[in-house]
């Protein structure tokens, strides 16, 4: 009986593997998977519009400041992510998590940050 359990649990255990082989999200949580396609389009557009009513329309700012990659270099990610999240006291800036998820916040983020280029070679040796 002892080989049965045995047996069974390794192959319980192949099922997972290629469960997560062939689909490589199921092993990960909520907040680590992409936001998908669609949801990305609707991140846009409030951005745009629902962010751009008071960043301005072009996010160079308006009521709230520009939102510019190089208005935001060098703010962190985590900084931004709460300003969004939790809105700016005493200011025009609201919460929104109560609107969007983590992986919606990581998102906006991503649109909003500058992106980093990789060092080259003769950079890191340097």
Not at 103 to 118: C, G, M, N, W
């Amino acid at each position: 009986m002892r080989d049965l359990v045995g047996y069974s649990s390794s192959w319980a255990l192949v099922l997972v593997f290629m469960g997560i082989l062939i689909n490589p999200s199921a092993g990960l949580n909520a907040q680590e998977k992409l936001v998908d396609e669609a949801r990305q389009q609707e991140l846009q557009y409030l951005l745009k519009h629902d962010c751009g009513s008071c960043h301005g329309m072009r996010l160079k700012g308006g009521l709230g400041p520009a939102l510019m990659p190089e208005s935001l270099a060098g703010k962190p990610r985590q900084y931004l992510k709460q300003v969004i999240s939790q809105g700016m006291p005493d200011s025009a800036m609201p919460p929104w998590e109560k609107l969007l998820s983590e992986a919606d916040i990581d998102y906006l983020v991503f649109l909003l940050t500058p992106k980093i280029e990789p060092e080259t070679e003769s950079e890191v040796d340097e």
